[in-house]
């Protein structure tokens, strides 16, 4: 019996450590090392940001994924030195986790893909976008890059979203972002990832346990979400869409008057999460209201819901474009985001190409 117990401890005391070491040889195979964190911090002019010269692991729920960020803190394809000045033109994307590209690698994000595309142009892409960001932060980030450090920006794209609406709601009702940035995890939650991260076994396990049997098919799919709730119900409009797009119009209305007055050309970028696409929400109050900002104000607006919206099995789309359980977009979704830009005559308005109207360039097709 005793022997028994001395060959069952022994199985056991091997298993571990070839379990443990198979997750840090995975770790380091696929992520270039083991995660460091923090790697989001607090910026006094604006609220938060990512960290500057960074290049480690990330971590989006389950996913680790290489982040590398320049010397302006933009996620980039390496660690470099960006010059404030350049002969190139420059585009500069402002967004929030989706432009962030947050559990996709680089060079399958969307503004990766952007900036190998047009770089034969002459374009260069810089992207500010963080997670949690919204236009109160995106006119602050801006002045302070344009500004105070002087960076050189030809071109701003804004991609604004559903949750931007609660950001700016939040903003104006508390005086502080709903994200608590440089905030330390709690011990339990650490301790979950940390046993997940360093076991392939328990890695699994959590997989299995979380999204098989935890999760309904609507959880799956990412519905039902407090951020998205406004578009379609009055009652939660009235609470929350009201006063965020009336917070979110003023800040943009600051973000555009500031880059005209600096000459900096301004498109906006309008995109849906899951629950859009299966509601089919193509009239998305999300649409409809920055539509019509976008046209007294002369901004060329890109309108992406028709690309995930196309008449087609709307759960077979989300699982397509989505990461699974999740509202943000995989590497396919990141592709066909690019692929749309670039048919709505981005670079076109990026080079400042003249519209017909001859004071602003023209969208193709049904991007607006």
């Known amino acids: 019996m005793r022997e028994r117990a001395k060959s069952l401890a022994l199985f056991v005391s091997v298993l571990v450590v070839a379990d443990v070491t198979a997750a840090q040889f995975y770790a380091r195979l696929t992520r270039g090392g083991p995660p460091v964190e923090p790697y989001r911090v607090p910026s ?50 402002l967004g929030d986790s989706f432009a962030e590209g947050v559990g996709v690698r680089f060079d399958e994000t969307f503004h990766g893909i952007l900036d190998r595309e047009l770089a034969p142009l002459g374009i260069e892409v810089l992207n500010a976008a963080v997670v949690s960001y919204s236009p109160a932060i995106y006119y602050r980030k801006t002045r302070y890059l344009v500004e105070r450090l002087g960076l050189d920006v030809d071109t701003i794209v804004v991609f604004l979203d559903i949750s931007d609406v609660m950001d700016e709601a939040w903003l104006a009702r508390h005086g502080h972002s709903r994200v608590g940035i440089g905030e330390p995890e709690p011990l339990l939650e650490r301790l979950k990832w940390k046993l997940v991260e360093n076991s392939v076994l328990l890695s699994v396990a959590w997989l299995v346990v979380n999204h098989r049997f935890r999760e309904s098919d609507r959880e799956r799919l990412a519905l039902d979400l407090e951020e998205t709730a406004w578009d379609y119900n009055p009652g939660i409009y009235r609470d929350w869409g009201e006063v965020g797009f009336r917070a979110a119009a003023v800040n943009m209305d600051r973000l555009v008057a500031f880059a005209r007055r600096h000459g900096i050309r301004v498109a906006l970028v309008v995109y849906p999460w899951p629950d859009q696409v299966f509601r089919r929400r193509l009239d998305s109050l999300q649409v409809t209201f920055w539509r019509a900002w976008a046209e007294q104000r002369r901004v060329p607006f890109i309108n992406l819901f028709p690309f995930f919206i196309d008449g087609g099995n709307p759960e077979a789309a989300i699982r397509e474009y989505f990461i699974a359980s999740d509202f943000h977009w995989n590497a396919a979704g990141h592709r066909l985001v690019a692929e749309a830009l670039l048919a709505c005559g981005l670079g076109s308005f990026i080079e400042g190409v003249q519209g017909e109207s001859g004071e602003r360039p023209r969208m193709a097709g049904s991007c607006s």
């Open 44 to 93: 006094r002019a604006y609220h938060h940001d990512l960290g500057r010269n960074l290049d480690l692991s990330a971590r989006w729920g389950p996913i680790r994924y290489p982040l590398r960020t320049n010397s302006f803190g933009f996620r980039d394809r390496i660690v470099q030195n960006v010059p404030l000045r350049s002969e190139t033109t420059r585009l500069l994307i």
